[in-house]
Structure formats: structure tokens, C-alpha cells
């Protein structure tokens, strides 16, 4: 039995600082569909905003609105960034959501999935 190494593409991830991020939105290629980018700091469900490429500057406007978020009352906790597909994978015209978060927000989802807070439904 073959088996073949599955790598992500550059722009597919996680890091822990705005350097590592910012390779990984210069590395996002001009076909995909779009991205979602949080807008607050909300531990559930945050306002987002969907960039779409076009024009020159549609990753700086990224850039800029993540370094707006983080200017935000609680920006500083934020330690981690990911970037993902809707569909899994690393596809060239899938569509994209970032997710940032701090020690803080991953406690709270730890214990929203345990149920501490009560059921969801």
C-alpha cells in the first residue's frame, strides 16, 4: 500500500503571532471565493466580515481589520490565529473563515462543549 504526505497550503493554519499571519494572507491566492474575517471580540459567534478578492489591496484590508479587532478592549489576550476552509482542505477557489482567539475564549468553548452552561438546544 502507497501512501502520499498531505500537506496544507500555506495559507491554511495556525499561528501565534501577526508575522506568521500576515505571510499566511499574502499567501492567499486570488481565486478563492472569499473570507470571513472576525470584526469583535465576541466569545460566541462574533461579527464578521466577508472579504472577497479584488482590487490590489483586498489583503491589507484584511490585515487592517484583524490589527482593528485587536486594537479592541481584550485585543491584547488574543494569542492565536487560524485560518480555514469551509470545506476542509486547502482548495484554490473555496471560500475561508479566520478564527481568532485567547486563553480566555478557548476556556469558554472548552466549557460550552462540556455543557457547564446547559444544554443548547
Not at 495556525?14 to 492567499?28: G, K, R, V, Y
Not at 474575517?37 to 489591496?57: E, I, M, Q, T
Not at 485560518?83 to 486547502?90: D, F, K, P, V
Amino acid at each position: 500500500m502507497q501512501t502520499t504526505e498531505q500537506r496544507e497550503a500555506a495559507w491554511v493554519g495556525t499561528c501565534h503571532n501577526l508575522f506568521s499571519l500576515d505571510e499566511m494572507i499574502a499567501a492567499l491566492p486570488e481565486t478563492i471565493q472569499g473570507i470571513n474575517v472576525p470584526v469583535s471580540l465576541d466569545h460566541f459567534n462574533p461579527a464578521r466580515r466577508d472579504v472577497k478578492p479584488s482590487g490590489d489591496d483586498w489583503r491589507q484590508a484584511i490585515k487592517d481589520m484583524v490589527r482593528a479587532t485587536l486594537d479592541l478592549p481584550g485585543g491584547r489576550e488574543i494569542d492565536q490565529f487560524s485560518i480555514r476552509s469551509y470545506n476542509g482542505g486547502a482548495g484554490l477557489s473555496a471560500s475561508y473563515y479566520m478564527q481568532i482567539s485567547s486563553p480566555a475564549s478557548r476556556d469558554f468553548a472548552r466549557r460550552m462543549s462540556a455543557g457547564e452552561f446547559g444544554r443548547l438546544d
